[in-house]
């Protein structure tokens, strides 16, 4: 399927169109989100890991023959704007992570604030972006018991991806460090710092981030 | 999966007082509140919900039986979506603290003025300082008192819906809020609306898909008999019964969810997606419940039997 992605038809109006990578999921959502004035009428567009859900589609059928007949492999991911995080890196479980990479904890930080992420989805809670980026070999599994309280700004992984609690809420993902950037602000438009197809750098700082 | 919890960002800001409307008239009145006397088990403002924000992870929260909503504004002469109580089980109790015009509709429900019967499901007008009840529903979970000119709380992300999930939007009621109500509008009060009685038996269609292809027996879930679980809120209908056996390992990648997606955690235990349901998930979906069939859904009972109707939509693959 290179390139073509598969839609499957969901419930009463929706469409899921199933993809092959994360970056053809953002080079979907960014094309989609562009044209969406030429599109048939749609509610929402909702990329996630492997997939863009569109929900509340007017006409299905020829959203559905217009979405199986793209052809992505000429369309790269939109370069979105480019936000930078102050992060302190003194999360509680970066020993372990470092030890896990094989690493100490200085070269995790530098492992983990060298790559340029892209917010590949929300989810989980408002502002809750799911950012892909960290290099192939570096996942990390989720905490076997999650913490009741991870506090706002915990910059933290799972996975594949890279996150930063937008308020504090109970949470499963190892915890690298912490920022003072706010992720959610519902007088700014979007409310979310995260959304959809921005780009992140992860910048180390001595102090409160 | 998304982990509810119980405070969010706007959680600890009450809804007290909106931007617009605050000032004195001009005959020097305060504008129309409703104070809450007895917030009930779990009251909270309800509107159609939120739109056009799920790729943030915003909910869409919203009445969960969206058809009372709509029927409690129409007997008070407000547009549809205006915003409303949607109370759970226990009903709620609220002065009004000018002249006000309310309607209750959902669960059925004892309605009383200052201590005397009123009736529910129609336009109840309240003199000021007046008290008026919604006592324990006497079947279904969910009533829904809506009050002419409508809640003026506001808006946030373009609804004025509490989303429990979330935090956001006004907070559950507590004894002591008081809740702005916008100008009435001029629309002609509805009569008689029809109000359906909340199910002995809930029978749920189910349009199958998109991942079906996960589960071993889907005849078998049409077959089997569940039940409404305990552990059911406005985020999900939970289901005990037989499980659903797995005809495929593996985990499936967080994908976008729609409201009345059947999810299936490894338990086996279908879970039904509900308004203030979270925007992605994890766990794969063996079918979609119409939203005609989620009112139902909204007012049945734990213990009450569910059943599943397979059905295949129009030109749904």
């Known amino acids: 399927m290179a390139g073509r992605p598969v839609v499957r038809w969901v419930g009463e109006d929706a469409l899921l169109v199933e993809l092959d990578s994360a970056e053809r999921v953002a080079a979907l959502y960014a094309l989609l989100t562009a044209r969406r004035a030429e599109l048939p009428a749609v509610t929402e567009i909702v990329p996630a890991a492997r997939t863009v859900l569109l929900d509340g589609v007017a006409d299905r059928p020829s959203l559905a023959r217009l979405l199986a007949g793209l052809d992505l492999a000429g369309h790269p991911p939109a370069d979105g704007p480019l936000v930078e995080i102050p992060t302190r890196y003194d999360g509680a479980d970066l020993a372990e992570v470092a030890a896990g990479w094989g690493v100490s904890p200085e070269a995790a930080v530098r492992v983990h604030s060298t790559p340029e992420y892209r917010v590949a989805f929300c989810g989980f809670a408002p502002g809750f972006g799911y950012l892909t980026g960290l290099p192939d070999g570096y996942g990390v599994p989720r905490r076997a018991t999650p913490r009741s309280s991870v506090p706002a700004g915990s910059v933290a992984l799972a996975g594949p991806y890279t996150g930063v609690y937008p308020r504090s809420s109970p949470g499963g993902w190892q915890l690298l460090g912490r920022t003072a950037t706010v992720l959610w602000d519902l007088d700014r438009e979007p409310a979310a710092l995260l959304a959809p197809g921005v780009r992140v750098r992860f910048v180390p700082v001595a102090g409160d981030g | ?317």
């Open chain 2, 1 to 317: 999966m998304a982990e509810p919890t119980a405070t969010g960002p706007a959680g600890a800001e009450r809804a007290a007082t909106g931007p617009a409307g605050a000032e004195p008239t001009a005959t020097g009145m305060a504008r129309t509140e409703l104070a809450v006397v007895r917030p009930g088990p779990l009251t909270t403002v309800q509107d159609l919900g939120r739109r056009g924000v799920a790729h943030l992870g915003v909910p869409r929260a919203g009445a969960l039986d969206e058809p009372a909503l709509r029927a409690a504004n129409r007997l008070v002469g407000n547009p549809d979506g205006a915003a409303a109580l949607e109370t759970t089980l226990g009903g709620v109790a609220l002065r009004a603290l000018a002249p006000a015009v309310v309607a209750v509709t959902g669960a059925p429900a004892p309605v009383t003025v200052d201590g005397r019967p009123a009736p529910w499901g129609a336009a109840v007008a309240l003199p000021a300082g007046a008290v008026v009840e919604v006592g324990a529903a006497t079947h279904g979970v969910r009533s829904y008192l809506a009050v002419a000119g409508g809640l003026a709380v506001p808006p946030v992300l373009g609804s004025r819906s509490a989303d429990l999930l979330s935090g956001l939007g006004p907070p559950p009621l507590a004894a002591g809020d008081r809740l702005p109500v916008g100008p009435a509008a001029a629309g002609p009060r509805a009569g008689l609306v029809p109000l359906p009685g909340p199910p002995g038996e809930l029978v749920l269609r189910l349009r199958p898909g998109p991942h079906d292809d996960w589960f071993a027996d889907l005849a078998g879930l049409a077959r089997a008999v569940h039940r409404v679980a305990a552990a059911s809120n406005r985020v999900a209908l939970r289901t005990e019964g037989p499980p659903l056996a797995r005809a495929r390992g593996g985990e499936l990648p967080s994908a976008g969810m729609v409201l009345g997606a059947v999810q299936v955690p490894p338990d086996g235990h279908p879970v039904i997606f509900l308004a203030d349901h979270p925007t992605t998930g994890g766990y794969p979906v063996v079918g979609v419940v119409p939203r005609a069939d989620l009112a139902a859904a909204a007012q049945a009972r734990p213990g009450t039997p569910v059943r599943f109707l397979l059905v295949r939509g129009p030109g749904g693959g």
